[in-house]
């Protein structure tokens, strides 16, 4: 038996046996089981959770196969715009960067903001000028160049056109239209991959981050949940470390992380309680898709999501380590 463990998610989508090849599958769980190892040898040595949950979304934001980092969707004018966020619940800190190009990895400039700045949340331009000022890797935009997603990107667009032209030429898509275009592009195994990571360290300490390109074809500034402490990222060691992926709207509407460390805190539920009650109750009945790893300071866990898959895996204390696509393996 440890003190320490950690769970990563590497995105919740409609991810079916039969879209993913067996060399594609064999790729997500390799380089799901690297990133575990790289956040348990920090905690392993006594490193914080914090660290553990930057260096282990780090491994899959230089990863060409997640939605975060190096392999973040394209927006309608094919650029890549990232966001990430990062909280601790040893102090309720917390640190967030939207809307950016040019950062390498979004969670470390995310960390530097909790640290190093007096905001939680900075975006744009000013992020990327505050990360270079603290030292944190810039990129050239090309960097982010991949082939896979601007193809994603072009069928997103088509569909779009296809359903715009039966809208009767509103330019409005109405609500029921759009959640058909949601589902179809959730069809295709490789649409999602935002990563995120919850941990427990030795020192008692929980920590959560989320990182990612947001979704594909977003426009107008577009942010999801996943830089929102709250939406996308929770953490609080009298509770739990939550960490979500999966339709952002509805995660913002239902402030889903800190949703479920309330349940756990006014109503006295578990955490596989309160994550079920969320995840499979509320968000399920508002339309929306997705999932959520967390973990609580007795080193539980838990990971509902509603989709037909979510990149997943752990390693708890009792050392088991687990990495998991589909509904049960
Ligand atoms: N939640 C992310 C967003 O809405 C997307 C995802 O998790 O796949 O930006």
Redesign the pocket.
Known sequence: MSNYAIVIHG???SILRENLSAEMEAAYREKLTEALKVGEAILKNGGTSVDAVVETIKIMEDSPLF?AGKGSVYTHDEKNEM?ASIMSGKDLTAGAVAGVDTIKNPIEAAREVMQNSKHVMLSGSGAVEFAEERGITIVDAAYFYNERRLQQLKKAKDKENVILDHDGGHGMVDPAHSEIEFDVTLKTDDK???VGCVALDQHGNLAAGTS?G??TN?RYGR????PIIGA?TYADDNTCAVS??????Y?IRLAVAKEISAQMEHGNKSLTEAADNVIHTKLTELGGT?GVIAIDANGNIAMPFNTSGMYRGYIDTNGKLEVLIFKNN
């Open positions: 995105g919740a989508g939605n966001d999602f991959g935002t990612t947001g979704m977003k942010i999801g949940d996943s996308g979500s992926t999966g339709h952002g709207e995660f997705g």
